[in-house]
């Protein structure tokens, strides 16, 4: 980094420092993940100019195993952080097909220049320092989090059960990244699986709209206040949180934030021994059965009330693998199979696991990365059915069975398995998203329009896959202008979806741009230079037989060789 940009820097009329990893304007302070703000140092370092996609991979990841998201994620969260509307960007411009520009001025102090850089104004609960730990202390430290989070969840409930009001429970919560206090940045996945736990908890109580874990983590590092928090997603409550080990000890601070008012609603810390973790656990599903009886269901509480696994080490190997899956590269897939493979092999009961490692496998099978996709496909099913079988009440292994028989074209089942996921959770936003999905290759076009907005709704920073949907099913329904519309915000999140570059290059032609859409057959080429109509034919799951013809004669009309 140069002089400069260690002394800091503006960006229209934002004061960035990038040592400290803040940006400042009026007043506000916001903290950027270190990766976005690396980006922006980089983007910083050539403003006005272009900067390719491949150029911030080389330059700022410097060879680290990461998927193609990862970049465009990035920048999701420099935008937020920034207040940029990608529509009418002010500050970051995504230049189609080339990459990225830095449209806002920059300008550097002088050396002389003593104003004033953003400090940091964090909640540090406890300062003392962290110790060594062994892989085992790891191990129990992940099984206490576990717990931990199941008890925050009663906190919750019971504050909602006493809203002043003496109404309902508030309708919305955004649960935030729980942040790592621990000096070991490779626990930072412990603090995920509480917030993922919480998540995950909350989900199923139909009374409560809980935001989705992929939108909540956009927030990660910043320093944002609820009230803003509150205002962009539309919630009422929001919850923020820290994790750290001392000794053989597990501090949790919760704080719950009612985001209309900004007073903390409730505040708690939680300290919990490592000596005599399945105690703990016990002792928290009986608290929550007890705290959850007279205001939720049977069937809720009797969820609530179950854990995933009883094994530390099943645990954390499992966390393990979801990190992996997370970076999607043909080499991640096969560490995270590894992962979840010895989670089962230490508890052979564990449904999450398998749940994984079907979607994994079928994962791998769908992005062309299997030797033997027939085999595979068995495989994935067979783990499906088991993740099922052993552990009915969480949505995540019917989302894996319903994801597994959409690769088979098992639509009916597919269908079954992923509405069965939205019922068991009625804030999962995957399921409605997974459901739309089958709708949307079954025919069910209007359906599946409705179910993306329910998901986008719990997800507001949505995925691809959303826009995937409402872009194939506005291409069904002959709408080719909101078609591309989708599909073009679908392939910026991530170009390398071979999929979503087929439905744009259909639409494109269905709208009459065939110049467009053979642009986009020119990028399929370098991606899957193999790739053909039959292939095609073959791997994708439209079942109207009318539809399916009419797709690939689009894709014939661009140039997609026989």
């Not at 820097?9 to 400290?20: A, C, K, L, T």
């Not at 949180?241 to 934030?257: C, E, F, K, P, Y």
């Not at 708690?268 to 021994?273: G, I, K, S, V």
């Not at 910026?492 to 467009?516: M, P, W």
């Amino acid at each position: 980094m140069s002089k400069s940009g260690q002394l800091g820097f503006f960006v229209g009329d934002w004061r960035v420092s990038p040592p400290e990893g803040l940006l400042a304007r009026g007043g506000r302070t916001v903290r950027l993940e270190p990766k976005a703000m690396e980006v922006l140092v980089y983007l910083a370092s050539r403003p006005g100019e272009v900067v390719s996609r491949e150029a911030l991979e080389q330059n700022v990841w410097r060879n680290e195993l990461v998927g193609y998201g990862a970049v465009t994620n990035t920048v999701i969260k420099l935008r937020k952080a920034l207040g940029d509307d990608t529509r009418r960007p002010r500050f970051v411009a995504t230049i189609p097909k080339m990459g990225y520009q830095l449209i806002a001025p920059v300008t550097r102090p002088d050396a002389g220049d003593h104003a004033e850089t953003p400090t940091q104004d964090i909640d540090r609960p406890l300062t003392t320092p962290q110790p060594e730990r062994s892989r085992r202390s790891t191990i129990r430290f992940g099984a206490a989090v576990a717990a931990l989070a199941a008890l925050l969840v009663v906190g919750l409930i019971q504050l909602w059960q006493a809203d002043e009001t003496g109404s309902a429970a508030p309708a919305s919560i955004a649960v935030l990244p729980f942040e790592n206090l621990s000096d070991d940045p490779g626990q930072a996945y412990l603090a995920d699986g509480m917030t993922d736990d919480i998540i995950t908890d909350l989900s199923r109580l139909a009374n409560v709209r809980v935001i989705a874990s992929a939108t909540s983590s956009v927030y990660r590092g910043t320093q944002v206040s609820p009230e803003e928090v509150g205002a962009d997603l539309g919630v009422t409550y929001v919850l923020r949180g820290s994790i750290r080990r001392l000794g053989d000890q597990i501090r949790v601070n919760a704080q719950l934030t009612n985001a209309k008012t900004g007073f903390n609603a409730w505040a708690q810390r939680y300290d919990a021994d490592l000596t005599d973790l399945f105690a703990v656990q016990d002792e928290v599903t009986q608290s929550i059965v007890s705290a959850l009886a007279v205001r939720i269901t049977s069937q809720e509480r009797d969820r609530l009330a179950q854990r995933a696994t009883d094994n530390l080490k099943a645990y954390d190997h499992f966390q393990e693998g979801q990190r992996l899956y997370s970076t999607e590269s043909m080499e991640s897939f096969a560490r995270a199979r590894e992962e979840y493979r010895k989670a089962i092999e230490l508890d052979p009961n564990y449904g999450r696991a398998y749940g994984a490692m079907a979607v994994t496998v079928a994962a791998a099978v769908l992005r062309g990365w299997s030797d033997s996709p027939a085999a595979d496909m068995e495989r994935a099913l067979v783990f499906a059915r088991n993740a099922v079988a052993l552990d009915a009440s969480t949505p995540q292994t019917h989302f894996a069975l319903g994801f597994v028989h959409l690769v088979r074209r098992e639509y009916d089942q597919a269908a079954e398995s992923a509405a069965r996921a939205t019922r068991l959770a009625p804030s999962y936003a995957d399921g409605y998203g997974l459901l739309g999905l089958v709708y949307m290759y079954q025919g069910r076009l209007n359906e599946a329009l409705e179910l993306s907005s329910k998901g986008m709704h719990l997800d507001p920073y949505y995925t691809l896959q959303y826009l995937m949907v409402r872009g194939g099913a506005h291409y069904m329904l002959r709408d080719y202008d909101a078609a591309i519309a989708a599909l073009e915000g679908a392939h910026e999140r991530n170009a390398h979806q071979l999929i979503v570059k087929l439905f744009l290059t259909a639409s494109y032609v269905g709208a009459g741009r065939v110049e467009d859409a053979e642009w986009i057959v020119q990028e399929i080429g370098v991606l899957s230079p193999a790739i053909s109509i039959r292939d095609v034919e073959r791997s994708i799951p439209i079942s109207d037989g009318a539809v399916r013809r009419a797709f690939l004669d689009d894709l014939r009309k661009a140039g997609v060789p026989e």
